[in-house]
């Protein structure tokens, strides 16, 4: 048995990624009701075989399963293709471990900036007030 790769390098075993078919929906004459080309394909994560803390992190973003259908193409095999690159994309993006922000402060210059600003925006304000009141 083979195994797919990701972009980013994770091995995906073939026997982890299930497809089904059935007829699209939608505009496309008689062949739309006589091809199964729409495709749903499920990666389950718990048959990739990940080490545990990417397989918990995966499971934590994205559940048990991935799920992904297409249709958007008339054929079949490439709707398959489609389907499983776009939920190896999602495999990829989840992969990735969170970045911590670290809090900054903002320069002295754009301090400056943001209270000359308001500082003009006061004056602006100002000078819409009626002087006849109040």
């Not at 990417?54 to 079949?76: C, F, H, N, W, Y």
Request: aromatic residues 4%.
């Amino acid at each position: 048995m083979g195994a797919y790769v990701t972009r980013r390098g994770l091995r995906v075993p073939e026997r982890a990624i299930r497809a089904s078919f059935s007829r699209a929906s939608g505009p496309g004459g008689q062949h739309v009701n006589t091809s199964s080309t729409r495709v749903q394909v499920r990666i389950v994560l718990v048959e990739c075989g990940f080490d545990d803390a990417l397989a918990e992190r995966l499971t934590q973003k994205l559940g048990p399963e991935i799920r992904v259908d297409d249709a958007s193409s008339r054929s079949q095999w490439r709707n398959r293709s489609t389907a499983i690159r776009r939920a190896f994309d999602l495999l990829d993006e989840a992969s990735l471990r969170d970045v911590k922000r670290v809090p900054t402060r903002a320069s002295r210059g754009a301090q400056r900036r943001r209270l000359e600003d308001k500082a003009r925006r006061a004056r602006t304000k100002q000078l819409r007030r009626n002087l006849d009141e109040g």
